[in-house]
T-cell receptor, first 116, second 113 residues
Framework: AQSVAQPEDQVNVAEGNPLTVKCTYS??????LFWYVQYPNRGLQFLLK??????LVKGSYGFEAEFNKSQTSFHLKKPSALVSDSALYFC??????????????FGGGTRLMVKP | DAGVIQSPRHEVTEMGQEVTLRCKPI?????LFWYRQTMMRGLELLIY????????DSGMPEDRFSAKMPNASFSTLKIQPSEPRDSAVYFC???????????FGPGTRLTVL
């Protein structure tokens, strides 16, 4: 079975400060990991993914995430937050060894609020 | 590429009516997913197709929901009869397969009165 947890329903940060949105996962094998962002009244938009290789993954809009196998985490980070980063963020996982198809398991989402 | 196309964008209907949501995936993608998003339950996977074949429909809430994919460029999600608790935003997504990401459509906001 595969699962993902986003322990924070909401994260508040001041503009210009660094931000972190947390994600932990559970798989029986090795994971594919993804981050998506959803702006109001829009569909989910892909930000970045970890497949293999370098544990630090860089994505769109200055976001990055670090894969930590020992802590089974894939936290999303950005060095300096913008008000326009305010949105709903979803982490998703897929066990590489899962032969049940291409389904991803999504977390419950974390609302990021960046205040001026 | 226009991305994943969904129609209608908004649907308001009365309880008991049939509702059909439509999706056109990105050309060349062989996997298609239907999701439902509500405040209470978050994002739920309803059904997933691979090469036009339903692979996993365990997320379909009940027999009132059905989905088809008659060809690689079109899928429908039907609710018959609709109920107020079906009110949600329904997303379609497509993918060319792992490890590639899923691309989401803009969603259909369904309101059942």
């Amino acid at each position: 079975a595969q699962s993902v947890a986003q322990p924070e329903d909401q994260v508040n940060v001041a503009e210009g400060n660094p931000l972190t949105v947390k994600c932990t996962y559970s798989v029986s094998g090795n994971p594919y990991l993804f981050w998506y962002v959803q702006y109001p009244n829009r569909g989910l938009q892909f930000l970045l993914k970890y497949i293999t290789g370098d544990n630090l993954v860089k994505g769109s809009y200055g976001f990055e995430a670090e894969f930590n196998k020992s802590q089974t985490s894939f936290h999303l980070k950005k060095p300096s937050a913008l008000v326009s980063d305010s949105a709903l963020y979803f982490c998703a996982v897929r066990d590489k060894n899962n032969n049940a198809g291409n389904m991803l398991t999504f977390g419950g989402g974390t609302r990021l609020m960046v205040k001026p | 590429d226009a991305g994943v196309i969904q129609s209608p964008r908004h649907e308001v209907t009365e309880m008991g009516q049939e509702v059909t949501l439509r999706c056109k995936p990105i050309s060349g993608h062989n996997s298609l997913f239907w999701y439902r998003q509500t405040m209470m339950r978050g994002l739920e996977l309803l059904i997933y197709f691979n090469n036009n074949v339903p692979i996993d429909d365990s997320g379909m809430p009940e027999d009132r929901f059905s989905a088809k994919m008659p060809n690689a460029s079109f899928s429908t999600l039907k609710i018959q009869p609709s109920e107020p608790r079906d009110s949600a935003v329904y997303f379609c997504a497509s993918s060319s397969g792992l490890p590639n990401e899923q691309f989401f459509g803009p969603g259909t906001r369904l309101t059942v009165l």
